[in-house]
């Protein structure tokens, strides 16, 4: 059988055919594509406004620059991502405040929020910024009765969780990333992720006044809106008005995103039964699963179980070419963060859990033979039947 990846990229002629259309037009970069994903994305995730960039960590930097991050500012997060969600604080000066996660979901732990905020003075911290860990969203209402009780601002990153919704307290689906809690969020569309763009990254808000900084700081803080301009001097003048970046996204990868964007939803329910397979397969057993099913929000980007002898069944697993994964390292253990004065111990969920994790496959082509062989294999390794 051939090698079984923990995620890979679903490419389709659809998506060749949309390239190759925009390699033919008269614009590889911004130009129309991006205009239209990023339409349609924020119809995706009922936003108001989107911003298309060149990844997630550009658009976590874009998000923490127009916030106003700054020297002294504290800002929490979880240590169960990427190392991007944390270190888009470091990036403009401010200081990271790492909050230990929920074990059953292993989502940033709200309660640990509270008591963080509740124990320190007012004005401490600056903002919070939630993970949707796996797929699994936060509960951001709740976030948000948090963050507008200590006056902080939200950045919803929502890269493992386009599609993805909780239940509010009146009964409504909420969209990741819709704006209706969080001040910004962002979405990734590495190859990985459920839009595949090669690489690019989204900032989704409802606020116009941020939306129009944001276009401002991903072209390196440039202006050519006559409206805002202090001078005029024809219609080549431009003014650069604060210091921003290159952060541009290209039509080339705007038009395969689009494209990706026509069948994601395809992709969310074949990644739900994908789940639901594996729920199947590991009930009643020892092999533990995070976050079992719920109200069907959840986006699926990971299924990760958690398991003792985590490195002999990575191992196991790999002998056969399955290739899982361990999502995450938890972030205040990487060397860096150790040397501002973190150390194990202090987060004991979060340390815990990464003993234990392991991502399986979880693809959208993720044929049931291959998932089959990966449960069978599995079990073989703890003596399981069946």
Not at 76 to 103: H, K, M, Q, R, W
Not at 118 to 141: C, H, Q, R, S, W
Not at 281 to 305: E, M
């Amino acid at each position: 059988m051939k090698a079984i990846p923990y995620g890979r990229q679903s490419i389709n002629q659809a998506d060749i055919d949309c390239v190759i259309d925009t390699l033919k037009s008269e614009f590889l970069t911004q130009g129309p594509k991006i205009n239209e994903f990023e339409h349609e994305f924020a119809n995706y995730v009922d936003s108001k406004y989107a911003v298309a960039v060149s990844n997630g960590t550009a658009a976590l930097h874009l998000c923490a620059l127009a916030l106003g991050v700054n020297e002294g500012q504290k800002v929490i997060t979880t240590p169960i991502t990427f190392a991007a969600s944390a270190n888009c604080v470091l990036y403009c000066g401010g200081e990271v405040e790492f909050a230990d996660i929920d074990p059953e979901t292993g989502l940033i732990d709200l309660d640990y929020v509270e008591k963080l905020l509740e124990n320190n003075p007012k004005g401490t911290y600056a903002g919070l910024i939630p993970v949707d860990f796996a797929g699994l969203p936060v509960n951001m209402e709740r976030a948000k009765e948090l963050a507008d009780k200590h006056n902080l601002w939200i950045i919803e990153d929502a890269c493992h969780a386009p599609g993805g919704y909780f239940t509010d307290s009146t009964g409504s689906e909420q969209f990741c990333g819709n704006g209706e809690f969080a001040d910004l969020a962002i979405f990734s569309f590495h190859p990985v992720k459920h839009i595949a763009a090669g690489e690019g990254g989204m900032i989704t808000t409802n606020n116009k006044e941020l939306y129009d900084k944001l276009i401002r700081l991903r072209t390196h803080g440039i202006t050519k809106d006559p409206s805002l301009l202090e001078e005029n001097h024809g219609g080549w003048y431009y003014e650069m008005q604060e210091l921003g970046y290159n952060y541009r996204i290209s039509d080339l990868n705007a038009s395969l995103a689009l494209s990706q964007l026509g069948r994601a939803e395809q992709g969310l329910q074949r990644r739900k039964e994908i789940a639901n397979r594996y729920y199947d397969a590991f009930r009643d057993t020892c092999i533990k699963v995070l976050n079992p099913p719920s109200d069907g929000g959840h986006a699926y980007h990971l299924f990760i179980i958690k398991i003792k002898e985590r490195k002999e069944v990575y191992d196991h697993l790999r002998n056969y070419k399955i290739f899982a994964q361990v999502h995450y390292i938890p972030v205040h253990l990487l060397p860096y963060y150790k040397k501002m004065g973190w150390k194990k111990g202090l987060l004991p969920c979060s340390e815990k859990y990464y003993e234990e994790c392991l991502s399986l496959p979880m693809y959208p082509t993720l044929s049931n033979d291959e998932q089959d062989f990966v449960i069978r294999t599995i079990k073989e390794h703890y003596g399981i039947r069946g």
